[in-house]
């Protein structure tokens, strides 16, 4: 039973994954969620309304939103070429990734952030906050829960699409599943190798979970 | 002769704080009797060389011909939320103002803080036309105006305690003072004991509580109470109501509340005003509105109070 399996090629790859996954996870909340915060606060008759700004960044979030993910992911590698020198391995990956989820995880910060009580919002107001403090203490601290699910929503997402992005030169778990498992007509290094990526969203979702409940005190 | 105390009996026999202008007189200039004509004027004698003034004494708020558009949109037609207002209220007061849903109450309460910009007319708070502050001007102008709210609008992220700190946090207080001062507001409105409490685990009565420190961490001049009892069941509006009396008396704070509720102004009030489609339609002291009311929609409101204040 599982004689077949590679452990230390496993191994490798399911650190790739993680490494992938990490990276793209951390940059993709980097550049979401102030595209998030952006496209709330310039929506008309809120704390600065652009209508320029809003459908501008509407537009960019829907282009990249409808492209599918494998075909962004081609379109995007010379972008790595550019930035880092090359389009192969774990690290060129996390560049299209990001591109990819960033514009998915600005929409799930919006929606998070405006499900906030408008009420609270005018209290603020009337407590004569500036912006950057209503946005940081009252936008932000009151969407916690929302803002974690969401990010844990997209790490999972990042977790098949790093699967994706390891079939066309990034390496990791989804590249062994397939050359390795698949293309090899070796089951068990196939199965494994899905078997991680599904312990890998359990323990994800699982920690997105704990978290979003403690700060939720709603 | 100014009586030390911050207050004088006056007509009705309401309490009303004196300005504080009036203190500054005496002291700086050798002021030895001051009549205070409850609102608008003081009378100023100096011993020795007979001097005599007659000092107009700026109401707290003066809103004067306010008119507020909301401009027509797609569908829907042009609503005109409130129609040359005029009003004062002087320090002190406890002013209501009552009406039905739609009356525009909610926009001129909204008015005295600068919320909502009017189309036309002027608005003085506190000596000051609220229409030529600049943004930052105006925010620390409410810092010194509270305002609590029907549905309390407390940030349930945050402890009792760390909602009451949010204000001063704005105003940029200093950690011990800010735990120093929210110990102080959470004593006084009796919540000390839940100062680690999320606001999902208190009372309605509670939250309303938190509401009013909150509102009074800065040592506002003004309170704005938005319907604030309208949530509450009867048992625990009376003491809100009791408790906005206190700081009236004890603090000073004049009080602005719209309510559609008589009982609140029969219970609070000095003075009130009723709204009926962006207009005021009457306008006075509250025994006076009540004992002869004049318009329709006033007697409307007072008729479910029965007959208590004939006499």
Known sequence: MLDQVDWVTVWQATLDTLQMVGISTLFT?????????????????????????????????????????????????????????????????????????????????ETALLEVDRGTLEAAHAMGANRFTIIRKVLLAESMPAMISGITVTCVSLIGYSAFAGIVGGGGLGDVALRVGFQSFNNE????????????????QWIGDAISRKVDHR | ??????????????????????????????????????????????????????????????????????????????????????????????????????????????????????????IHVNGKDIAVLSDGELRLLRQKIGMIFQHYHLLWSRTVRENVAFPLE???????????????????????????????????????????????????????????????DPETTTSILQLVKEINQEMGITVALITHEMSVVDAICNKVAVME????????????????????????????????HSA
């Open chain 1, 29 to 109: 909340v980097l550049l979401g969620l102030p595209l998030g915060v952006l496209l709330v606060i310039t929506n008309r008759g809120h704390l600065w309304e652009n209508q320029v700004i809003h459908k501008s960044l509407a537009v960019v979030v829907n282009v990249f939103r409808g492209v599918p993910f494998i075909v962004l992911i081609l379109l995007l590698f010379p972008l790595s070429t550019f930035l880092i020198g090359t389009s192969l391995g774990p690290t060129a990956a996390t560049i299209p990734l990001t591109v990819a989820a960033a514009p998915f995880f600005a929409r799930m910060v």
């Open chain 1, 189 to 204: 290094m196939l199965l494994v190798c899905s078997f991680i990526l599904v312990a890998i969203v359990q323990v994800v």
């Open chain 2, 1 to 122: 002769m100014i009586p030390r105390q911050p207050v004088c009996m006056c007509k009705y026999t309401n309490k009303v704080p004196i300005p504080a202008e009036l203190f500054v007189l005496v002291d700086e200039r050798k002021v030895d009797l001051c009549l205070y004509t409850y609102p608008l004027s003081a009378i100023i004698c100096r011993k020795g060389i007979f001097y005599f003034e007659i000092r107009k004494v700026n109401p707290l708020i003066h809103i004067e011909q306010v008119t507020k558009r909301y401009p027509a949109k797609q569908r829907e037609q042009e609503v005109i939320a409130l129609q040359e207002i005029t009003l004062q209220i002087e320090k002190g007061d406890i002013f209501g103002i009552v009406g039905y849903s739609g009356a525009g109450k909610s926009t001129l309460l909204r008015i005295l803080n600068g919320l909502e910009k009017p189309t036309s007319g002027s």
């Open chain 2, 170 to 232: 704005i105003a940029g207080k200093a950690k011990h003072e800010i735990e120093q001062r929210t110990e102080e507001l959470l004593r006084r409105v009796g919540l000390w004991e839940r100062r680690d409490a999320y606001p999902s685990e208190l009372s309605g009565g509670q939250k309303q509580r938190v509401g009013i420190a909150r509102a009074l961490a800065n040592d506002p001049f003004l309170l704005l109470c938005d319907e604030a009892t309208s949530a509450l």
């Open chain 2, 277 to 308: 489609t962006g207009s005021i339609v009457e306008l006075g002291e509250v025994q006076q509105v009540f004992r002869d009311p004049q318009h329709e929609v006033t007697k409307r409101f007072t008729e479910g109070l029965g007959g208590g």
